[in-house]
């Protein structure tokens, strides 16, 4: 076995711009495959439905002490829209508060184990891969690998519908490696909503390669853009970047995306979200129509399945979505009632059980005003956000990732790639935009087998 090279570039001066155009049609599609436990069901290449049902909540009140006096201001008045009834975003859509609890998840989902029928030595990776699996101390696969590994390792395109933290990166990650063991000519685009799910998944093909000859690059924005088009001039295995950045290249031709044999897009519902629709048709519509397509989310709105429908073909189905929520996070609310929201969040991180905390806000301003003053008052805390550098959003993650800091306070978009096993608790300093928004946020904690609490701070 050789020793690994991993060609690991940064990014580039941030041209991901948010597009904000939306493309496609409301066409649906059906699928030819079940999903696996009590996920949605798809049939054949017209229309479906989103995975997964929404999760049942339980009410109850939560109080918790705190000093201070002040407001929860979230409108003109200093008082939250909805009052005690939930909240609304700058969406406008109102989120019921009952959403926002559910103290004994496991109880009240009771969502069925999906099984899982093979183990990694079943998918008859190359040895190399082999060892690198068994040095990670891997033995079984988690329900999306079981599923989806054997479609691609066949070659065929797939859709896997999976939410955050259940190995879903693995999944596409090792049958892709397997075959540039077999083939070393193959190149693989991997496409990501944000900056840090493609270190991060870098990081990951990286912990699996370690002592196999295979060469990966990171194309972003938010760092200059020459060290990339070095790196693309020599022949890369994975490609992986954000969509403003991968069509800078294209459009400079320094990334020839008709040579690209794979494709990844991944959290795709995330991509649409920030307006990145049209860039991945972009992208799609640029490569060759041989190419093998690997397609995850955890949901599937119109343009998404219009999207599936467009450049997709007859792809297998997998489902692992059973709630969409899942069963390891409690969920409940802290009521301001008037105090100050600092106060009350200063108070909260002196109990000992929050030990490794992810607080979102609204604003990047908001986010480092609060930075600011949790440090001022003797709590250790980083802040990440879209005007940052990707330098120095990646040492506020370094910091945290190790434990040098307790807190660290994000923007939704910041937070998107951020996949840390072991945080303990989620707070909602500032309610989201959107329930899906809420979900994205509290999925960051309570990942794989750990168990994790979500708060969100109401009026």
């Known amino acids: 076995m050789t020793q690994t090279s991993s060609r690991t570039r940064s990014n580039s001066k941030n041209n991901s711009s948010k597009r904000n155009s939306r493309g496609g049609s409301g066409s649906s599609f059906k699928s030819s495959r079940r999903s696996g436990g009590s996920?949605?069901?798809?049939?054949?290449?017209?229309?479906?439905?989103?995975?997964?049902?929404?999760?049942?909540?339980?009410?109850?009140k939560f109080g918790r002490r705190s000093g201070g006096s002040g407001r929860p201001s979230r409108s003109r008045n200093g008082r939250n829209p909805s009052g005690n009834r939930g909240g609304r975003g700058r969406s406008g859509e109102r989120i019921p508060i009952d959403k926002f609890i559910n103290t004994n998840p496991k109880?009240?989902?009771?969502?069925?184990?999906?099984?899982?029928?093979?183990?990694?030595?079943?998918?008859?990776?190359?040895?190399?891969?082999?060892?690198?699996?068994?040095?990670?101390?891997?033995?079984?696969?988690?329900?999306?690998?079981?599923?989806?590994?054997?479609?691609?390792?066949?070659?065929?395109?797939?859709?896997?519908?999976?939410?955050?933290?259940?190995?879903?990166?693995?999944?596409?990650?090792?049958?892709?490696?397997?075959?540039?063991?077999?083939?070393?000519?193959?190149?693989?685009?991997?496409?990501?909503?944000?900056?840090?799910?493609?270190?991060?998944?870098?990081?990951?093909?990286?912990?699996?390669?370690r002592r196999i000859k295979i060469f990966s690059t990171v194309c972003v924005g938010g760092t200059p853009i020459r060290p990339q088009i070095r790196s693309l001039r020599q022949h890369n295995h994975f490609i992986i970047g954000t969509p403003g950045r991968i069509i800078d290249l294209v459009k400079q031709k320094v990334l020839i995306l008709n040579k690209i044999n794979t494709i990844v897009l991944d959290e795709a519902d995330r991509m649409l979200d920030m307006g990145f629709i049209n860039d991945m048709r972009y992208v799609m519509s640029h490569m060759s129509e041989s190419r093998h397509t690997l397609?995850?989310?955890?949901?599937?709105?119109?343009?998404?399945?219009?999207?599936?429908?467009?450049?997709?073909?007859?792809?297998?189905?997998?489902?692992?979505?059973?709630?969409?929520?899942?069963?390891?996070?409690?969920?409940d609310v802290v009521r301001i009632a008037g105090r100050d929201k600092v106060d009350v969040l200063k108070d909260l991180l002196k109990e000992p059980e929050l030990c490794k905390v992810l607080v979102f806000g609204r604003t990047k301003h908001g986010v480092d005003k609060l930075c600011q003053k949790l440090n001022k008052g003797g709590v250790n805390a980083e802040s990440i956000h879209g005007n940052k550098s990707h330098f120095q959003r990646k040492r506020s993650l370094d910091r945290f990732k190790s434990d040098r800091v307790q807190v660290l306070i994000a923007t939704d978009v910041a937070a998107r790639g951020i996949d840390i096993s072991e945080i303990s608790h989620v707070i909602n300093f500032d309610i989201p935009d959107t329930y899906n928004d809420y979900i994205h946020r509290i999925g960051r904690t309570g990942r794989g087998a750990h168990e994790g609490k979500a708060l969100t701070f109401v009026g």
Request: proline share 4%; charged share 20%; hydrophobic share 40%.
């Open 107 to 209: 109880a009240a989902q009771g969502a069925p184990v999906i099984e899982v029928t093979h183990t990694f030595s079943d998918f008859g990776f190359e040895l190399d891969l082999v060892q690198a699996i068994d040095g990670r101390g891997f033995v079984k696969p988690s329900p999306i690998q079981d599923q989806i590994i054997p479609h691609i390792l066949k070659g065929r395109d797939v859709i896997g519908l999976a939410n955050t933290g259940t190995g879903k990166t693995a999944a596409f990650l090792l049958p892709l490696i397997n075959r540039v063991i077999e083939k070393k000519a193959q190149t693989t685009l991997i496409m990501v909503p944000t900056r840090e799910l493609a270190d991060q998944i870098n990081d990951e093909l990286k912990s699996f390669t």
């Open 39 to 60: 996920g949605s069901s798809f049939k054949s290449s017209k229309s479906g439905r989103s995975g997964g049902s929404g999760s049942s909540f339980k009410s109850s």
């Open 295 to 331: 397609f995850f989310s955890a949901t599937m709105s119109n343009d998404i399945k219009a999207l599936v429908n467009d450049f997709l073909r007859d792809p297998a189905i997998v489902s692992v979505v059973q709630t969409r929520i899942s069963t390891n996070i409690a969920q």
